[in-house]
């Protein structure tokens, strides 16, 4: 990675007005040796699991099933067809009698058996991994782009004696290396398509078994062992990374590791855009990388579906649009084609200058914290690029390589979802830093998951040095790795005794907007008794407050309402009042995604309005926030003082 590249890798959660606060409150949460956390969630300790009863892949599965029940689960299509479908309590069975039939042929129910999958994405990889995990095994992901002597090394290195594979062509290249001796301790190779009897007599002559997936089912039903669940400490995958240079590295991830990575995404935007069972996510970037693994792992746990593409990435919009995903992985490399063709098609300098116009106007909306696609501006520009992608998508992930702002910031406004971007790499499962909701800026990978720590430390010999905010990226937490396998002196390169996974990216924490106050402003005024609102951070305090100056109007009719009398200015000076809007404020902060650190903890009730005439408001109305901080600042600190 270029270094222009990875100094904008993270991000400090700061924020216009109230950065001095956040910066406090994150400083509040560092470690040993200047790491950092998330402000999110609240607990001083890691995040490690967000469910209860979802602490193994294999439960992660079950909690869907249980959801969904018989509901759909897994989707593929043939070409000009509609999608079918596969149930969660079909796709469970399947991984039973698979899981079951690999008892039969040899394989043992632990986390010592690793079992290789080489198969693009299907339901059937699906199928295979829920198997391995149903029986403690141990998922291997093989895949093309590795080359023939990576696949090799990857399957002696691992001692897999069983592959499940996709077509018979990568059957007959497994073969090839038999017959060359090159892989001599595998034994059984699993084909998810039909192949002929020629292919399973070549297997035979060189001691290879050859069976079908369907026949291992049939076997495994007809010989049915109890599932042998795995524990959060045992291994799920051991994802192999090509290098630069030598051999693949066998990153070993836990049951825990990815567990813990999924949930600190899910704590992240719990408030704003929470996964549901009717969500549906296509699935098209590979199954042997784990950031769409954790992705779907999200979808699985909430009981929603996942729709394969056909194969072939020409086709992908029409797969999209027979699909209608509302969550959309993808890498920047396809978000710059999807923004390139658009302005492509915007070929007179009319055009250009119309769909630019067009995409600044929605472009401000989403710096004020507004994210829609049914403005006048979709009705008439954009509702033929949302279309294209099926019309239902609400949220994208994008990650694995630094995204274009300029890209990031259109499409957030063309698309009308919400556009999140992270920052990892496999031996921390998939991310460690991801966008905060609401921070809808670009050019950075935001804040630390609440599964980790981060902190950066000196490199110098390229003259990186932590004191001035930059340096190498280490990361420590339940989502980091325990090694690479069979290779003490590369995970002791990576490990140190403390802990910390030194990841060899450089990184430089940025200052910035996190939240604008305006957007929280702007959620608590739709509150029905509150005119006015000023939300002020002290950098040397744990919480917000705010000034309320309540609808003269409005005010005396809600109060009614809610029981209380009296005039306009005895009901500011209600104790009982100003806490009937505090909690409508919570109220509407927690309907609005707010964070609890986002939302108020105590209120003043000011009864004039602020205007250009006292100096509180400009011109063009808006408010001048110096000023009232100074204005009220004997109120202010009267807030900090009672509610400590």
């Not at 009982?576 to 209120?603: T, W, Y």
Request: with cysteine.
């Amino acid at each position: 990675m270029q270094t222009q590249e990875i100094l904008r890798m993270l991000r400090l959660p700061e924020l216009g007005d109230l950065g001095q606060f956040f910066r406090s409150l994150s400083a509040t949460t560092l470690g040993s040796a200047g790491a950092r956390r998330s402000v999110i969630g609240g607990s001083p300790q890691l995040l490690t699991h967000y469910y209860d009863d979802a602490r193994t892949m294999y439960q992660v599965f079950r909690r869907g099933l249980s959801i969904s029940g018989s509901g759909p689960c897994l989707g593929f299509r043939k070409p000009k067809q509609p999608y079918q479908w596969l149930s969660y309590q079909e796709v469970a069975d399947r991984a039973e009698f698979l899981g079951s039939g690999l008892l039969q042929h040899n394989c043992k129910a632990s986390s010592d058996q690793f079992i290789g999958v080489f198969a693009q994405n299907r339901p059937e990889w699906i199928i295979a991994e829920l198997a391995c995990y149903t029986y403690s095994m141990v998922v291997v992901p093989l895949y093309d782009t590795l080359g023939p002597g990576a696949i090799r090394y990857i399957i002696n290195t691992a001692d897999i004696s069983t592959v499940i594979v996709d077509k018979p062509p990568k059957a007959v290249l497994l073969l090839e290396h038999v017959e060359k001796k090159e892989i001599p301790g595998l034994k059984l190779i699993i084909i998810m398509e039909p192949f002929e009897e020629a292919l399973r007599e070549r297997g035979q002559e060189c001691g290879v078994l050859l069976k079908s997936m369907q026949a291992v089912e049939d076997c495994g039903q007809a010989n049915y062992h109890a599932p042998v669940p795995p524990k959060p400490d045992d291994l799920s995958i051991v994802c192999f990374t090509s290098g630069t240079t030598g051999n693949p590295k066998g990153a070993m991830l836990t049951h825990g590791n990815v567990v813990a990575d999924f949930s600190g995404f899910l704590k992240v935007t719990e408030k704003v855009i929470f996964p549901r069972q009717d969500d549906v996510l296509i699935s098209f970037l590979p199954l042997a990388h784990m950031f769409e693994r954790v992705i779907q792992s999200v979808v699985y746990c909430h009981g929603g579906r996942v729709g394969f593409f056909q194969g072939d990435i020409r086709l992908l919009s029409d797969d999209m649009k027979a699909l209608c995903p509302t969550i959309f992985p993808v890498v920047p490399r396809l978000l710059n084609r999807m923004y390139d063709k658009i302005f492509s098609q915007a070929n007179t300098p009319l055009k250009r200058w119309v769909l630019e116009f067009v995409a600044k106007r929605k472009q401000a909306e989403v710096r004020s914290g507004i994210i829609r696609n049914d403005s006048i501006w979709d009705e008439l520009f954009f509702n033929k690029i949302q279309a294209s992608l099926g019309g239902c998508v609400r949220m994208i992930v994008t990650g694995a390589a630094p995204a274009s702002p300029t890209v990031l910031g259109f499409l957030r406004a063309a698309l009308g979802c919400q556009v999140y971007e992270g920052y990892g790499q496999t031996e921390c499962t998939a991310g460690c830093t991801f966008t905060t909701p609401g921070d809808w800026t670009s050019g950075h990978v935001g804040a630390p998951l609440p599964c980790n720590h981060i902190k950066l430390v000196d490199v110098e010999e390229l003259n990186y040095w932590a004191k001035n905010g930059e340096g190498e990226i280490c990361v420590r937490g339940p989502n980091v790795f325990k090694g690479y396998l069979k290779d003490t002196e590369k995970t002791k390169e990576a490990l140190d005794r403390d802990g910390w996974l030194h990841t060899g990216d450089i990184g430089r924490w940025l200052p910035g907007e996190y939240v604008a106050p305006e957007k929280i402003e702007n959620i608590y005024i739709r509150s029905e008794p509150v005119a006015q609102m000023y939300v002020h951070g002290d950098s040397l305090k744990a919480f917000l407050v705010g000034i309320v100056v309540p609808d003269p109007e409005i005010m005396p009719a809600w109060a009614q309402k809610k029981g209380f009398e009296g005039t306009y200015e005895e009901l500011c000076a209600n104790k009982d009042m100003k806490k009937a809007i505090l909690d409508d404020l919570v109220r509407l902060g927690n309907a609005g995604g707010l964070h609890s650190f986002e939302q108020v903890k105590a209120i003043h009730i000011h009864s004039d309005m602020f205007s250009v005439q006292n100096g509180l408001l400009t011109p063009t109305l808006k408010a001048k926030r110096p000023q009232l901080r100074e204005y009220f600042k004997t109120q202010i600190e009267e807030l900090y003082s009672i509610s400590i």
